[in-house]
């Protein structure tokens, strides 16, 4: 099978590295079959994908006839904060677990999953765990499956430009813990390459290694502003979390409980890509976004 005969089906075509995928693999020759719950978002990438299904993961029989033709799946279906009444077992497990399932049936050569650097070591973190779950599930399935795991998006750290703005960020514990987050794009070019040469599973960070308090400098950089920096003990921090868990914040919480756990292990990976965390900054501090 040729890059140029292939036909790629994107699930979660519509997130933010649901549409780099689509972009990457049209780039890199593959007929590009999205799938999504919501087709009207993906209308001004319509030059780059072949077809348009329209499709709920987390309804098994609704699946039918999506993989016609399909040669790989790449599946970027996640969660961020659980919403729509639908939880991290429900999208990150048991959706992905719903593509598998027919995937296998319907003899697909290859599945991708975007799973998250490190996701063993944060077992108690429902995020993670669901992840956890079905790349397990994936790695044991009888189909050729590549599991890509990302240190984490410069998407993620939007939030942290955003308390700049107000003037203080707060991080969890002293600031030291390192990571090494990338750009979509370049995620998603690292994305073709390890599926093209069947990798069944790679670690992959973006060009800088950098530690918590080094993403934050670089915030106020941004903005040009003096950095104003408050660390939150770890102790009073999962204090706080368990008690916004009793009064039943739990799925209000759940990037919160993600990024105190990361906060606390080494989340760097080899260097991929070549779009700095200095650049996503400066865009989104200028009002732009990708």
Known sequence: MTDRKATVLIAGATGYLGRHLVQAYHRAGYRVHALARHPE???????????????????????????????????????????????????????????????????????????????????????????TRFAKALAEAPIGSTIICPSGFYTDLAELLDMARKGRIFLFGDGEARMSPMDGADLASACVGATRDRISRIHIGG?????????????????GLPP?????????????????????????????????????????????????????FARRADGKTT
């Open 228 to 280: 104003r920096i408050t660390h939150i003990p770890l102790g009073l921090a999962r204090f706080l979390l368990d008690c916004g868990k009793k009064l039943g914040w739990s799925q209000q919480l759940g990037p919160m409980e993600f990024f105190l756990a990361a906060s606390q292990i080494d989340m760097t990976a080899p260097a991929h890509g070549s779009i700095t965390l200095a650049e996503d």
């Open 207 to 223: 060009p800088q290694s950098l530690s918590q308090n080094e993403i934050a400098q670089k915030a106020f950089e941004a903005l």
């Open 41 to 131: 978002k993906l209308i001004d990438l319509d030059d780059q994908i072949d077809r348009v299904i329209f499709g709920e993961a987390t309804r098994a029989n609704a699946l039918g006839e999506v993989f016609d033709g399909v040669d790989l799946i790449v599946s970027a279906l996640g969660i961020t904060r659980q919403q729509d009444g639908l939880g991290y077992d429900a999208v990150d497990y048991q959706a992905n677990k719903n593509l598998l399932d027919a995937a296998v049936r319907a003899r697909v050569e290859h599945f991708a999953y975007i799973h998250v650097l490190h996701a063993e070591a944060m077992a108690h973190v429902p995020m993670a765990a669901a992840k």
